[in-house]
């Protein structure tokens, strides 16, 4: 019986072993995507209890903590301490075996803190307070941390309307990790939202556009998109619950923008087709700047405030809306393609049976300029785990290049949070340490070793234009 988390967890063999402890765990982490508050990295904020570090803004553990039968109040209430949040996710992590948050929580205590004890009822408050303790010392601050997980560089997710002040302010401070920012507009595109009338006036007041048409708030976001690219950012980030291709007109959509001003109602086409021009004007943006771009789809959120009847049957969930939203991504990338606009371009899906047709979608639209230009994310979200991630590695495997593949990413708010990219190496090195002893792959240290390097860092550091 091997034992639980000790230093060769996830390695099967000899090979995997070898792999990891001598390449991949050596590699620097270039965390593409995340979701770090920027002034917390600006003012290197301490962290006054493991509860704030560990339990604040983290829904994967609040959901689990509610699916245990705990009460609002000990996830995101405010007259709680953080003790009783604490006792109360110690109390839950003895029924997350097999869920990944298991395997997270003991890996971040021992990565970070040093503590191999097992979270229970039992340990909680001994836990508790040793990490208190260590929270007090210089190196837990914020940047202390991101320095012990031997971070290069972070981008976070940033508004339009941000004015990154204080990535300007850890720019300036000398902090030799790169904190850069990356661009999310999808409050400009969501003009379903009630909040969309609202939003388009701090878009114009930030961008000093007067904004009365779709063309008007084009110029305004690209005058955001040339500030933002002064400061850094090459890259940006679309969340959407499918791709768009409903074919539109230019006064089409400058009717919808203008109803959409006044807070009318909009049609589901009218909405689509409004997604598809906006989501085609930022990719034109990011391929003028030389930007990468990425898609994250497949999410339908905000469940708890939506019926299914507002939704509709296409959500791209099921089969048929599955082949719905691929045809619809294939349309939309290929529409950039045949106008020489397509930029680098990294896709993540949340339903696991698009693995394949993601897979496969690569290899369309590779057009030999550069090594990988169009990527398979990671498991993202709830695929951001054991069996996610090998699932994921495997159909880009058989259906495109894991060897040119950017690897990790944490999507996390958390400083707690490196520790994933650990696991995903580990993954990585036990599926080719597993290759290898079966025989699939030949026993070429060399070529394997430069493999893992590359997929754990080296790929990313080549592809995204931060150096």
């Not at 989501?279 to 299914?308: F, P, V």
Request: contains cysteine; negative net charge; glycine residues 6%.
């Amino acid at each position: 019986m091997k034992q639980f988390m000790d230093e060769n967890f996830l390695l099967d063999t000899a090979t995997a072993q070898d792999l990891y402890h001598n390449h991949a765990a050596k590699m620097p982490i270039i965390d593409y995507h995340c979701h770090l508050i920027p002034e917390m990295v600006a003012t290197d904020h301490h962290f006054k209890s493991i509860t704030e570090l560990w339990l604040g803004g983290d829904h994967y553990k609040w959901r689990a903590m509610r699916t245990n039968g705990v009460p609002e109040k000990y996830c995101t209430g405010t007259e709680t301490t953080d003790w009783e949040k604490f006792e109360k996710w110690a109390e839950t992590v003895p029924y997350t075996f097999r869920n990944p948050l298991y395997h997270w929580t003991h890996l971040e205590l021992k990565t970070a803190f040093g503590i191999t004890k097992l979270l229970s009822p039992k340990t909680a408050r001994e836990i508790y307070d040793e990490c208190n303790e260590k929270l007090k010392l210089p190196e837990y601050s914020a940047r202390g941390l991101m320095r012990r997980y031997h971070v290069e560089c972070v981008c976070t997710t940033d508004d339009p309307v941000d004015d990154l002040h204080w990535h300007k302010v850890t720019r300036e401070s000398g902090f030799e990790i790169k904190m850069i920012p990356a661009w999310r507009p999808d409050k400009a595109m969501n003009i379903e939202k009630p909040y969309f009338a609202d939003y388009m006036g701090k878009l114009s007041e930030v961008s000093g556009v007067s904004i009365s048409s779709f063309k008007e708030m084009i110029d305004a976001l690209q005058k955001r998109h040339d500030f933002f690219h002064e400061n850094g950012c090459r890259l940006s980030d679309h969340g959407i619950e499918e791709f768009y291709d409903d074919p539109y007109t230019d006064s089409q959509i400058e009717t919808v923008f203008s109803k959409a001003l006044r807070r009318m109602q909009l049609s589901d086409q009218e909405v689509r087709q409004y997604k598809h021009a906006f989501l085609k004007a930022c990719a034109e943006m990011d391929y003028a700047s030389d930007w990468t771009q990425q898609y994250h789809y497949g999410a339908i959120r905000d469940n708890n405030t939506l019926m299914y009847n507002q939704l509709g049957p296409d959500t791209g969930f099921d089969s048929i809306g599955e082949f719905n939203t691929a045809r619809a991504m294939s349309h939309f990338l290929n529409e950039l393609n045949m106008e020489h606009q397509l930029t680098r371009t990294i896709l993540y899906c949340l339903n696991p049976c698009a693995n394949e047709v993601i897979a496969t979608m690569l290899g369309n639209f590779q057009d030999g300029s550069e090594p990988g230009k169009i990527q398979f994310g990671s498991g993202w979200w709830f695929n951001d785990q054991l069996d996610g991630m090998t699932r994921q590695m495997n159909a880009l495997s058989t259906l495109g290049l894991l060897s040119r593949f950017v690897g990790m990413l944490t999507d996390s708010r958390s400083f707690l949070s490196y520790p994933r990219h650990e696991y995903f190496r580990r993954l990585l090195c036990n599926l080719l340490g597993n290759d290898v002893e079966r025989g699939l792959l030949p026993d070429d240290h060399e070529a394997l070793a430069r493999m893992v390097e590359d997929i754990s860092y080296n790929n990313a550091r080549r592809y995204f234009k931060f150096y």
